[in-house]
């Protein structure tokens, strides 16, 4: 289905994607994981063609979409959707109207000028809406929405592309841990419901292990693990981070999930109330 | 321990000392510029600076002697000069309206970040340059020649100038317009024209529409002066009763209550949608 060919982007004399190569055979849920300036964003942005490859190949069945331009360019960003850390949605518009965003890919300019949607597309962004639990802020502003809440209608705006991936640069690191929940969860239930394909780009290896069928490793510009949840060690974690042994799953960790042992809770209790 | 704050005094006192004498110099050549200017001012001058001073006064006493005899006559000259004010206030408005339409255009395509083609930003900027740098009246001379006099000459006139000025202000406001709408609807296929419209102009449309108010004042008495050329509105009658030995003046001065007060209800009006707008921060 996705079929990831050497897949380069340099920067200068910098390499931020370096020749990375892996094939989805069917739609999946897939974390990528790493530091920051591992190449994480920048490889989804070559995906969705916000940024030019330097080399390399990316086939769609079977279409390298490297390669397309003008018309046929705006065709697949409209099949592959992005939702982003800081949402990137229009602030001063209204969230029915940001839903409404999605379709532009194949629309005319004119017919956006003049606000040009059928009552078909309203319902369905509204539909959307209340999918996603937020069908009750449909007509404020978006800027006036919360965080959770704003990353939903980005994805409510993803969803109305009717895409065939979705792309996911660090959807959850803008948020507390409770909205990261709920965030996390819509896009798992997208997948599982709609069968999407899913690539999110997480933080957190908690996160990434709990939602995801397949996690990729990158570490300076490389990819440098491939493979389920299970087969993630913390050896491995370490070394995909290049941290030592200090380094452990639960510091990272932005999960509302009780990770001190139960007894060693008790001990801290029994020390307060002495 | 003592030494500390001593030493700070007298390096407080050393800056304090440099501060006056930057002080004093800047004074000292404000002053020889002021001379020296007016000094070449007496000298070019065909009547002579100090020797016609006193003159000054002469055409405002002259306007009000012949506004005192006619007194009672200026409300129905107010109202007899009013249709000539409308055709200048219409002038002003088209040509802001006109000028703003491409003064958004030009701005856009002048904005590193928003540009469509970034290589030809300095070539919009030096368009926007030519159109401020010709003065309006240049421009509504050289139409007039050809299309003859009539309003439409000073419109286009005023309208060239006002989009290289609305231009230039308007990018500036670009710059400062968030970026991340504008990927946002570039992730799903949205065109430059979309991304422009829904991206940028909703954010940036309060500060476009208080700077094109305020352009809108100004073409007023753009729009009025250009009367005085032959492009017609209440510039052109003013011209008429302002020369000397006509015993108009009454009617001037009527003019120039007109304009008087267009300008204070357009400064008002236009200061009271400002801060509705600013207090609202919507568009």
Redesign the interface.
């Known amino acids: 289905m996705l079929d990831v060919k050497a897949l380069t982007k340099t920067f200068g004399n910098n390499t931020a994607v370096d020749k990375v190569s892996f094939k989805v055979e069917k739609p999946c849920m897939i974390g990528i994981i790493g530091r920051s300036g591992a190449g994480k964003s920048t490889f989804l942005r070559m995906v969705?063609r916000?940024t030019d490859a330097s080399s390399g190949e990316l086939l769609f069945e079977g279409r390298n979409v490297l390669e397309l331009k003008g018309r046929a360019?705006?065709?697949?960003?409209?099949d592959c959707?992005?939702i982003?850390q800081?949402?990137?949605?229009?602030?001063?518009?209204d969230v029915v109207s940001n839903v409404l965003?999605?379709?532009?890919?194949?629309?005319s300019?004119l017919g956006?000028?003049f606000n040009l949607f059928t009552q078909d597309e309203i319902h369905k962004a509204i539909d959307l809406l209340e999918r996603l639990g937020i069908a009750e802020h449909a007509a404020k502003?978006a800027e006036a929405l919360s965080g959770g809440q704003q990353q939903r209608v980005?994805i409510a705006?993803a969803l109305m592309?009717d895409p065939k991936i979705i792309l996911a640069d660090e959807p959850i690191a803008s948020l507390d841990p409770m909205n990261a929940q709920t965030v996390m969860e819509a896009l798992r239930r997208i997948h599982e419901e709609d069968g999407r394909m899913v690539i999110a780009n997480l933080h957190t290896l908690d996160t990434a292990r709990r939602y995801c069928d397949r996690i990729i490793g990158m570490r300076d510009g490389r990819m440098v693990f491939d493979g389920t949840p299970a087969q993630l060690t913390t050896g491995v974690a370490r070394d995909i981070y290049g941290a030592d042994e200090n380094f452990s799953e639960a510091a990272t960790s932005t999960e509302i999930r009780d990770h001190i042992h139960s007894d060693e809770a008790e001990r801290l209790i029994a020390k307060v109330t002495v | 321990m003592t030494y500390i704050p001593m030493d700070t005094r007298s390096h407080y006192a050393a800056l304090v000392r440099r501060k006056r004498l930057y002080g004093g110099l800047t004074l000292g050549i404000f002053a020889l510029l002021m001379i020296s200017g007016f000094g070449l001012a007496n000298e070019r001058n065909a009547g002579g600076f100090w020797t016609g001073l006193p003159q000054i006064f002469d055409f405002p006493a002259a306007v009000w002697a012949d506004t005192a005899k006619h007194l009672a006559e200026i409300p129905a000259h107010l109202v007899h000069y009013f249709p000539a004010l409308l055709e200048t206030i219409n002038i002003a408005a088209v040509s802001t309206l006109v000028g703003a339409l491409f003064g958004t255009v030009l701005s856009l395509l002048s904005t590193r970040g928003l540009a469509p083609w970034p290589a030809m930003i300095p070539v919009f900027r030096r368009i926007m340059d030519i159109l401020r740098a010709v003065p309006e009246i240049v421009i509504a001379l050289m139409l007039i020649f050809v299309l003859g006099g009539g309003p439409v000459p000073a419109m286009i006139a005023i309208a060239f100038h006002t989009s290289g000025a609305l231009g230039k202000l308007f990018s500036e406001v670009n710059e400062n317009a968030d970026l991340k709408p504008v990927e946002g609807l570039a992730s799903v296929g949205a065109k430059w024209g979309q991304r422009m419209w829904l991206g940028v102009i909703p954010q940036v449309a309060p500060n476009y529409f208080s700077y094109g108010l305020l352009r809108f004042e100004i073409n007023i008495r753009a729009s009025a002066i250009l009367g005085f050329v032959g492009a017609g509105g209440i510039g052109y009658e003013l011209k008429n009763t302002m020369s000397w030995g006509q015993g108009k003046f009454d009617e001037a001065a009527a003019i120039f209550l007109l304009l008087f007060l267009t300008i204070v209800a357009f400064d008002q009006l236009s200061s009271y949608i400002r801060n509705r707008l600013i207090s609202e921060g919507g568009h």
């Open positions: 969705n916000l360019r705006r065709e697949w960003q409209s959707a992005m982003f800081q949402f990137n949605l229009v602030p001063r518009m965003h999605g379709t532009l890919g194949k629309r300019t956006t000028m502003r980005a705006r592309q």
